[in-house]
Structures are given as C-alpha cells and as structure tokens.
C-alpha cells in the first residue's frame, strides 16, 4: 500500500464507509510509515471524539473540514519525510 493509497482509504473513513482497524494493508502501512500513522492518528482521534457526542453521523460540512485538514496534513508530513510513493 502506498500513501496515496492510505490517504484514499482514509477519506472513505471519514465518510464512514470503512473501519481501518480492520484492515491489515492499512495497519501495516502505519507500522512503517510515521507522517501516514500521524495523520491516521489525529483523524481517529477527532472522530471518536465527535462520536462520543452521541452523533453517529457526521454532517457534511464537519466531513469536507476533515478531507481537507487531511490532505493539509498528509501533504505537509510527507514533504518532511517523503516515503515510498515518492517514485514516479
Ligand atoms: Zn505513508
């Protein structure tokens, strides 16, 4: 799995389409990718938070703010750090 990939996966996680944490590929990728664990990590953070509210579904707006402090971040760690989606 490449970041690409995980950022991909991650966006179908905030829409509540997938549970990473079933998913090996996706923990795998964690296990060796510290920006992508980073990202993942701060996004499940806000999410169960937003669950713990007794809102199961999250509105639209709060999904769009998401995707797009995801693609920030993943796009801002993966400069610091490029792993191996860097080849073209
Ligand atoms: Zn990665």
Redesign the pocket.
């Known amino acids: 799995m490449k970041?690409e990939d995980?950022l991909r996966m991650l966006n179908d996680y905030v829409d509540g389409d997938i549970d990473p944490a079933v998913c090996e590929d996706f923990e795998e990728?964690l296990a060796g990718?510290n920006?992508?664990a980073l990202v993942v990590d701060s996004i499940r953070k806000t999410i169960t938070l937003y669950k713990g509210e007794e809102v199961y579904e999250i509105p639209l707006p709060f999904r769009e703010r998401l995707h797009r402090v995801l693609r920030e971040r993943w796009k801002e760690l993966q400069a610091h750090r490029p792993?191996n989606s860097a080849s073209p």
Request: with cysteine; hydrophobic share 15%.
């Open positions: 970041c995980l990728h990718c920006p992508c792993c």
